[in-house]
């Protein structure tokens, strides 16, 4: 059953920690995306990774932190120079990265900041 | 102004309705538009692709684009429950970019 996941759903943060998301994927894809949800704004681009062990900064990459060690995960740090981390964040894998390919997103993890 | 935009809605309509979903768009190099839906809490998934002009059909859904006003619409004949979600529209511009609109809220009442 391939697909995308993401964990964990829910995610709390005190000011000042850094804290990781988790993106896993099945499908073989090679890109991998990181966005961002905010209400009433459309999805931003965070990172985004090609192939292994390389990856490029999008729209809003201050604050974060991406690595790709493995073809199927792409984990998220949201480090304590984020300012604003509170959102929803989707990870999102297509087959190639280049061309119109269809991107295909995970359930995504809400972060909140107490 | 922003690349890719839409009206927040919310849009309520009774079901049988038919619901029609507007985009405009400023500038799209490669002509290749998306409509995803987002249920609550989950992540988007692709409704719908379409290349530059004329109308796409893929069952009770319609996309439509009008290259000469920049809109992009999407239709959806007797709506149902089920179809309450976000409608997000996306604007693939090249490379690695996809810009998405911020999503028109839909309710069908039963």
């Known amino acids: 059953d391939g697909g995308i996941t993401q964990s964990p759903k829910y995610l709390f943060r005190k000011e000042g920690q850094n804290v990781t998301l988790s993106c896993e994927q099945n499908l073989n894809h090679d890109a991998m995306y990181w966005y961002r949800q905010d209400p009433g704004q459309g999805l931003r681009l965070i990172y985004y990774s090609q192939i292994v062990n390389d990856f490029q900064k999008g729209d809003i990459a201050e604050g974060y932190s991406v690595s790709r060690e493995k073809k199927e995960s792409f984990p998220l740090t949201v480090t304590s120079a984020q300012k604003n981390p509170t959102a929803f964040y989707l990870c999102?894998?297509?087959?190639?990265?280049?061309?119109?390919?269809?991107?295909?997103f995970g359930p995504g993890t809400r972060l909140t900041v107490l | 102004q922003k690349e890719v935009e839409q009206d927040p809605g919310p849009l309520s309509v009774p079901e049988g309705a038919i619901v029609s979903l507007n985009c405009t768009y400023s500038n799209s190099a490669f002509q290749y538009f998306m409509w995803y839906r987002q249920y609550s809490r989950k992540g988007p998934e692709l409704l719908m692709y379409t290349y530059s002009s004329g109308n796409k059909e893929d069952g009770r859904f319609t996309a439509q684009v009008d290259k000469s006003s920049k809109y992009i619409s999407l239709f959806i004949r007797d709506s149902q429950p089920s179809d309450s979600a976000t409608y997000l529209c996306?604007?693939?511009?090249?490379?690695?970019?996809?810009?998405f609109g911020a999503g028109t809220r839909l309710f069908v009442k039963a």
């Open positions: 999102a894998s297509s087959i190639r990265g280049q061309g119109a390919d269809t991107q295909y």
């Open positions: 996306a604007d693939y511009t090249g490379g690695f970019k996809t810009i």
